[in-house]
C-alpha cells in the first residue's frame, strides 16, 4: 500500500500563493502518475492537476490552468501544487493521489490516495 500524505494547507486571502507537498512510502514512485484533486463540502471530488511519471505530462483543469503548477521530485518522492492568485472559489480541501501508470484526469482511476489539506480562501 502506498500512503500519501499531504502538507501546506492553511487560510489565505484572495489573491495569495500557497504550496501544497504530498509525500509518499512509493519504492518506484517515477512509475506512478501523481494527481491533485479538490472536493468543497456537499460537492464532488474534482480534477485539479496531474504529472506524468518522468514529467513529461502535465495537465490541468480549467478552473486553474495558468494559477496553479504540478511540479515532482522523484528523488525524494514528494510531488507539489504550487497555487496562485488564489480565488474564493479554490476553498476546499486538497488531496493528492497515484496511479500506477500512464494519467487520467478520472478520480476513479487513481488507487492511492491522501487524507486531504484544507485550503480555505478568504475574501
Known amino acids: 500500500q502506498v500512503q500519501l500524505t499531504e502538507s501546506g494547507g492553511g487560510l489565505v486571502q484572495v489573491g495569495d500563493s500557497l504550496n501544497l507537498s504530498c509525500a509518499t512510502s512509493a519504492r518506484t514512485f517515477s512509475d506512478y502518475t501523481m494527481a491533485w484533486f479538490r472536493q468543497a463540502p456537499a460537492t464532488e471530488r474534482e480534477f485539479v492537476a496531474l504529472?506524468?511519471?518522468?514529467?513529461?505530462?502535465?495537465y490541468y483543469s480549467e478552473a486553474v490552468d495558468g494559477r496553479f503548477t504540478i511540479t515532482r521530485e522523484n528523488a525524494e518522492n514528494t510531488v507539489y501544487l504550487q497555487m496562485s492568485s488564489l480565488k474564493p472559489e479554490d476553498t476546499a480541501s486538497y488531496y493528492c493521489a497515484a496511479r500506477l501508470g500512464p494519467p487520467y484526469t478520472n478520480v476513479n482511476k487513481y488507487d492511492h490516495w491522501g487524507q486531504g489539506t484544507q485550503v480555505t480562501v478568504s475574501s
Open positions: 504529472i506524468s511519471g518522468n514529467a513529461d505530462i502535465k
